[in-house]
């Protein structure tokens, strides 16, 4: 017996070693999944994927099937393509993937929204492969019928058209989603909303684009962007924006009908565009708390709003006679005062606030109002990244003294060199040559692609590190940013 227990004791450190080495090849297998390449199971599944698609395979001389990254020693292995993703990560978004999260155990405030923020991954968990389209994807329907119908597989999501089925937001069609252009504020249809937006400004004719004067709008909680979809109608172009939520992505929805978007939310930090972008900034039931932080998200919208620019609220708060959106009625409206904001008009559902020209007001208030006007020292015109902060944002002393924006209307805006050039230290005489420079590059490009691409197929473009000058308004020439 004695021999016995004295051999299972010398056995011990052999079985756990055994089982540590056993364990230490799961962990380097599993982790071995999160590295640049996406994973094992991603390529594998992503190479079936590609397969049945025609792609990341070649077929030799011989009629057999040659991998993706050729043949030879290994040394010599050169990639011919990137692997496939596996199909299941068709709608990745890496930077906001909920899963990412969740998975490295990000400490957010979700009241804040910082979870609809961006935050992206650490190398070891990027994916390092090419995203495939879903199943049964189809050439997406050309512009301006994509405003109001796309193809149900290139975005197959239909919570929506069923949890809005009563407000016009979106109707499934067979194979097609349509869109009536209906929202929760405008059943009867943005167009009409739209107009009657305009008819409350006094704008001629009932034209929202007020003879040029109004160019650029922000649409905040856009949902599927029909508000910005009917603006372009009116030449007037709008960036719509929402975060990726229990609505699933609304912002799928915008940019496969064609109508500028973006995925974001009004959260902690600054929204990826300079001060003074927008004439007109929108808010259709978005359910946003204004009075949050000091009115932080209200401020964030007076940064980004030109001198004379427009808040359009629709929202119970401003009609509803309730106790609880009267108090937030009599709170936000004692806030846009401090903010020097005026009413322009309030009518039924809608109440429309004007920001003010110059700096006149922000000197007339009482020492220690709140919120405080911005340091010296602080840049409003850098935003990646950048948290934001509850102050008023004043306009530089040469603005101030002009009374506005100074910019001529638009489609002479689209060439005139612009008063903040100067902020940039950019002369007239420079802009109109860069302009020059960048029509003769736009002309070269398309004399490439004209023969190859066919007429009307080219809607949602990228413009890259773009120049703070004449790329957005060459494509513009062009034709692509109505």
Not at 88 to 114: A, G, T, V, W
């Amino acid at each position: 017996m004695k021999g016995r227990n004295d051999s299972g004791h010398s056995k011990r450190p052999v079985v756990l070693c055994c089982v540590m080495i056993v364990c230490l090849c799961l962990l380097f297998l599993y982790f071995s999944g999160s590295n640049g390449q996406a994973g094992s199971a991603a390529f594998e599944y992503g190479t079936k994927f590609s397969r049945s698609l025609g792609w990341g395979s070649d077929d030799g001389e011989d009629g057999s099937e040659e991998s993706i990254f050729g043949t030879g020693d290994a040394d010599d292995v050169k990639p011919k393509s990137f692997p496939v993703c596996d199909d299941r990560h068709s709608e990745l978004i890496p930077c906001l993937d909920r899963n990412l999260i969740y998975q490295m155990r990000l400490k957010l405030d979700l009241n804040l929204m910082e979870h609809y923020e961006r935050h992206c991954p650490p190398p070891e968990r990027r994916f390092n492969c090419l995203i495939p389209p879903p199943h049964g994807y189809k050439v997406p329907i050309k512009w301006p019928k994509s405003r109001d119908v796309v193809w149900k597989a290139n975005i197959p999501h239909t919570h929506l058209a069923k949890e809005k089925s009563d407000q016009n937001w979106m109707v499934e069609a067979g194979e097609k989603i349509k869109f009536p252009g209906g929202g929760t504020h405008f059943h009867h249809g943005a167009d009409k909303y739209i107009s009657n937006i305009a008819n409350m400004l006094n704008f001629k004719d009932n034209n929202i684009n007020n003879d040029g004067m109004l160019r650029t709008v922000l649409d905040v909680g856009c949902g599927v962007a029909s508000f910005g979809g009917y603006l372009l109608s009116s030449n007037v172009i709008a960036m719509s924006l929402a975060p990726n939520d229990v609505h699933q992505n609304q912002i799928q929805f915008a940019l496969e009908r064609g109508i500028p978007a973006y995925l974001g939310v009004l959260g902690t930090k600054r929204l990826p565009y300079p001060s003074r972008s927008f004439e007109l900034a929108h808010c259709s039931r978005c359910r946003i708390d204004w009075l949050q932080r000091d009115g932080i998200l209200l401020l964030e919208l007076d940064r980004l709003l030109r001198p004379g620019g427009y808040f359009a609220y629709s929202s119970p708060e401003a009609y509803a006679q309730d106790e609880e959106d009267l108090r937030i009625w009599k709170e936000m409206s004692a806030l846009v005062e401090r903010m020097c904001w005026k009413i322009a008009e309030k009518r039924n559902q809608t109440v429309i606030w004007v920001k003010p020209l110059d700096n006149d007001c922000y000197k007339r208030r009482a020492h220690g109002t709140k919120p405080p006007l911005c340091k010296s020292g602080n840049d409003p015109d850098s935003v990646w990244g950048v948290p934001m902060e509850a102050c008023i944002t004043p306009y530089p002393e040469q603005m101030h003294r002009d009374g506005g924006t100074g910019l001529a209307p638009w489609p002479a805006r689209l060439t005139a060199p612009p008063p903040r050039l100067a902020d940039l230290y950019i002369t007239a005489d420079t802009f109109e040559k860069d302009t020059e420079m960048w029509q003769q590059r736009v002309e070269n490009y398309w004399s490439l692609l004209g023969p190859k691409v066919k007429p009307d197929t080219i809607r949602n473009i990228m413009d890259m590190i773009s120049s703070p000058t004449a790329h957005m308004k060459i494509g513009c020439l062009r034709g692509y940013c109505k």
